[in-house]
């Protein structure tokens, strides 16, 4: 029940505050397989009560900022950052909150700026938000809705739209549709009309407060037929402008909202000075495209239609318009003078008037120079600086170019396990060439990556001899943001399998009678929401050579795992494994020669070159940072043998590193434990920090153009090195 201050009884307020408890126990306990679901589902069942009885917002922000008072005079820094989330997931969906209460949140939030990475960081963009919503109410619940459902206005132009791509090594064919059906899923009574209301009823309300009939104004929304879009333009225009002016009086700005509050009740025939309760206006799900990743091309094509607004029935061309849209940008040409037709190398040399006079041949051979276009084109001057802000805004949270806003973000989610991660880095990579050649995604649209663990390997391992689950030996990069990022762990990590699960209980039932669940869109539209700090994992090449001279070699990356194997030795141990013959077998076969040679990593960043070779059966390099990676990225290289010998290398942490086959053994070398990137007849590897294209094309000739000198002092806020970043609650600065 509600009092007349409008403040919750006391009996909800502590049973709000025990779900509080409850979440933060969770967090704080060790994990335990039993119990590993229950910590993600603590919050969205909270989530989902706040969002089916909105009248305790108020109620749970006052719980929240007296833990968050707490945690400042205890030092439990471990609760602050998902206390934030928290609070600003409900200030999102909350109705209208009290000018008192948004003062303690703010006061309590900004004393935790002065905390060190990443609690300051989280804390600055929640005290930024916060000071906004003061001013303006409901700035938070509008923009998200416009940018999400795409709502055309004159005021903010902001779209975003979500990606998500499930690995097909994942989730098989038989799984698809259900879990489309779950990512896809929308509430009813979604539609453009639907989501005016929303944004006029929820805007009214947050500012108006009592003074503001929620239950008649939404009939009288309902009734207004064609001035339904004036009321959503006249209300945004005003809540934009509040922005723009930056009043913190809010006086001006309400006065605007009841003046259109006004004109909706007077022509619903309703009286705009009666007093009511509010009603709630729950933000609906954004718009989610749900891809089954079978091709490389599909995150690029996705992301050009988008930036390009290319709608989907405007996609669907025939394979004669696919190849003749391939030829338009492919060339023939050899790069040989002579295979060129005889009227292109009339326009292409230099001395234009004396060749028109002479016969094609003629002026081919008499032709004192000859130019040729080249490959890549020349980027101008505004392109290169678009290249370079990327390359800052990737690589680094701080805004050095406030000026420029891009109005589409899209929103990558990759679902799957390390394999996944790997494809998601090579496409990364190959987006960020294409950049490099021809701008076209850089300055349209703002490109965040996303990542659910979800792996089909099984839970436990027969062999008492494994420390390591088979599930956690294909996630390794997803136990690492769970290590970096508790509130991750505990609401991305601990519901993967969940998903999985979901999917086959889904495709078990009759298709005709199962209903779609909410549950991992709800999960999906939180992560995206409120997970806007990233983690860079680092991207590493890698160059394979092979033992055929007449083969050419292979450029890679991969992102947490090499594994180089001799097929031989590595048949050889499955068959001899736990027979009696085994001591003797070990030293008959003790491995084949390689040579390595690396830069040792250090701390101190002083690259020391070293070399050696010795007798392996196999060797694992793993990329997978460390909880502790933050001052260190490096490589652990590790040599497998039958059985371990004194005296031998087993184990270095290098920068970079080459290895190479001294027999004629052929290697054979798997890329991020994915079965489809296996590499056969393998002679030698070499993997260095991958380098963002992005750089490599910054470098000028200084001799020739001071504007590009100028420019290039830009690359000194550039990272060479290419990261994959995967947003996450909290992030870590590499």
């Not at 305790?56 to 968050?68: A, G, I, P, T, Y």
């Not at 802000?389 to 799957?416: D, H, I, Q, Y």
Request: net charge neutral; charged share 25%.
């Amino acid at each position: 029940m509600e009092t007349s201050g409008g403040s919750m009884s006391s009996a909800i307020e502590c049973n709000l505050y025990r779900s509080i408890q409850a979440i933060l126990r969770e967090l704080d306990s060790p994990l335990q397989a039993a119990s590993a679901c229950n910590r993600g589902m603590l919050r969205w069942t909270l989530h989902k009560r706040i969002e089916n009885s909105p009248s305790h917002c108020v109620s749970l922000l006052r719980v929240l900022v007296k833990e968050l008072e707490k945690v400042e005079r205890v030092d439990y820094k471990t609760r602050i950052i998902p206390l934030l989330h928290i609070l600003a997931y409900v200030v999102l969906q909350s109705i209208h909150i009290p000018e008192d209460l948004y003062e303690r949140m703010y006061t309590s939030i900004k004393k935790l700026i002065t905390l060190p990475e990443p609690y300051c960081t989280v804390s600055l963009a929640y005290a930024r938000i916060i000071k906004m919503e003061m001013g303006t109410p409901g700035l938070l619940y509008q923009r998200r809705l416009i940018a999400e459902q795409s709502l055309k206005n004159d005021s903010y132009a902001l779209q975003e739209k979500v990606f998500v791509f499930s690995d097909t090594a994942v989730f098989p064919e038989s799984l698809v549709s259900a879990v489309r059906a779950d990512v896809e899923f929308t509430s009813p009574n979604c539609g453009v009309e639907s989501h005016m209301q929303r944004a006029v009823l929820h805007s009214l309300q947050a500012t108006l407060g009592r003074h503001c009939h929620g239950p008649r104004l939404a009939q009288a929304l309902e009734a207004c037929g064609a001035r339904l879009k004036i009321h959503f333009q006249e209300v945004m225009t005003a809540v934009e402008e509040s922005v723009e002016a930056m009043l913190c009086d809010s006086g001006h700005h309400r006065s605007r909202l009841q003046h259109i509050y006004t004109d909706i009740m007077n022509a619903a025939k309703q009286d705009p000075s009666a007093s009511g309760e509010m009603l709630g206006v729950p933000l609906p799900s954004p718009e989610i495209s749900f891809n089954s990743w079978k091709q490389e091309e599909q995150i690029w094509n996705e992301l050009v239609n988008f930036a390009l607004m290319i709608s989907p029935s405007e996609r669907s061309f025939d394979d004669d318009d696919l190849e003749e849209r391939r030829g338009s940008i492919m060339s023939n040409d050899s790069g040989i003078e002579g295979d060129l037709p005889a009227a292109e190398l009339s326009s292409l040399t230099l001395e234009t008037g004396a060749a028109s006079s002479e016969t094609p041949s003629e002026s081919q051979r008499s032709s004192p120079q000859f130019v040729r276009w080249n490959c890549v084109r020349r980027m101008n001057v505004a392109d290169r600086m678009a290249l370079v802000r990327e390359s800052v805004r990737v690589s680094s949270r701080c805004n050095l170019f406030p000026c420029e806003e891009r109005n589409l973000t899209a929103r990558v989610l990759v679902m799957g396990d390390d394999r996944a991660l790997g494809r998601l880095a090579k496409a990364y990579m190959s987006i960020r060439k294409r950049e490099a050649r021809h701008l076209l995604l850089t300055k349209r649209l703002n490109l965040e990556m996303y990542y659910i663990p979800v792996s089909d390997g099984p839970e436990v391992v027969s062999s008492e001899e494994e420390t390591v689950t088979a599930l956690e030996s294909k996630l390794t990069l997803a136990r690492f943001l769970g290590k970096v990022d508790p509130w991750y762990d505990c609401n991305i990590n601990s519901l993967g399998a969940m998903m999985l699960n979901l999917a086959k209980m889904q495709s078990r039932s009759n298709k005709g009678t199962s209903e779609p669940s909410p549950f991992l869109a709800d999960i999906i539209s939180y992560y995206i929401r409120t997970a806007l700090q990233p983690v860079h994992l680092p991207i590493y090449s890698i160059k394979i050579t092979f033992s055929k001279l007449d083969a050419s070699h292979v450029e890679d990356v991969f992102v947490s795992h090499v594994q180089m194997d001799f097929p031989e030795f590595k048949s050889l141990k499955a068959s001899v494994k736990g027979s009696l013959r085994h001591k003797r077998v070990t030293q008959l076969f003790s491995g084949a020669v390689v040579a390595v040679n690396y830069t040792k990593a250090s701390l101190s960043k002083r690259e020391v070159d070293t070399g050696f070779s010795l007798r392996t059966c196999g060797v694992v390099i793993s990329a997978a940072p460390s909880s502790g990676a933050k001052e260190l990225n490096s490589l652990s290289v590790t040599f497998n043998d039958f059985i371990p010998r004194p005296c031998t290398v087993s184990a270095i942490r290098a920068h970079n590193i080459k290895i190479q086959a001294l027999e004629k053994r052929p290697l054979t070398v798997c890329l991020d434990k994915d079965s489809r990137r296996i590499f056969t007849d393998v002679q030698s590897i070499e993997i260095a920090p991958c380098l963002d294209p992005g750089y490599c094309l910054q470098r000028s000739t200084k001799s020739k153009h001071n504007l590009e000198e100028k420019e290039s002092a830009l690359s000194k806020y550039m990272s060479r090195t290419l990261t994959l970043p995967i947003n996450t609650f909290s992030g870590v600065i590499y």
